[in-house]
T-cell receptor, first 112, second 114 residues
């Protein structure tokens, strides 16, 4: 089945850019998502990208998709302390059910 | 902005007891999902409804877990009997039928089984 992998931890200084990486195994994945989870809370949708796109930009967020390497990244420009959270990559598997496969999450720590 | 509602937010129970969680999806969303998130891991789908019908329950431990969405709107997830390993966050999500089917999540119910 589909497998989604993320690095577990990233620490940056306030004002720097953060890059969170994700790899997946199913080349027929259709949509790829980034969610943010703050402590004790549910998941907040940040952005998504279609599998036929290479890049998507939304304010401070840039998503890059390398389909050949099955690699997805999320860049956060001008990272703020409020960006500290766990970031999940999720892949919609092919088919009609819409099921999402999540990575294990990357904890982003932003130091003042 | 419309949100997915869940209750209770926290639940502490003893093993072998029964627990139930409730979810009210965003109005007009035909698809409803229940996920389980173990601490330190990503969410894993337990069951998916399209209107009142189950379309995927392949990861639902059916000997103890049950889910229903009788009128195709709100949903209840039940565990009976609860086991220590059921301690987790239970997340509900909903999506509009068709299109990107982006899933919007509720705040979750954190379950602790003692």
């Amino acid at each position: 089945g589909e497998d989604v992998e993320q690095s577990l931890f990233l620490s940056v200084r306030e004002g720097d850019s953060s890059v969170i990486n994700c790899t997946y195994t199913d080349s027929s994945s259709t949509y790829l998502y980034w969610y943010k989870q703050e402590p004790g809370a549910g998941l907040q949708l940040l952005t998504y990208i279609f599998s036929n796109m290479d890049m998507k930009q939304d304010q401070r967020l840039t998503v890059l998709l390398n389909k050949k390497d099955k690699h997805l990244s999320l860049r956060i420009a001008d990272t703020q302390t409020g960006d500290s959270a766990i970031y999940f990559c999720a892949v919609k598997i092919s088919g009609n059910t819409g099921k999402l496969i999540f990575g294990q999450g990357t904890t982003l720590q932003v130091k003042p | 902005e419309a949100e997915v509602a869940q209750s209770p937010r926290y639940k502490i129970t003893e093993k072998s007891q029964a627990v139930a969680f409730w979810c009210d999806p965003i109005s007009g969303h035909a698809t409803l999902y229940w996920y389980r998130q173990i601490l330190g891991q990503g969410p894993e789908l337990l069951v998916q409804f399209q209107d009142e019908s189950v379309v995927d329950d392949s990861q639902l431990p059916k000997d103890r877990f049950s889910a229903e969405r009788l009128k195709g709107v709100d949903s209840t997830l039940k565990i009976q009997p609860a086991e220590l390993g059921d301690s987790a966050m239970y997340l509900c999500a909903s999506s509009f039928r068709g299109g990107v089917q982006t899933q919007y999540f509720g705040p979750g119910t954190r379950l602790l089984v003692l």
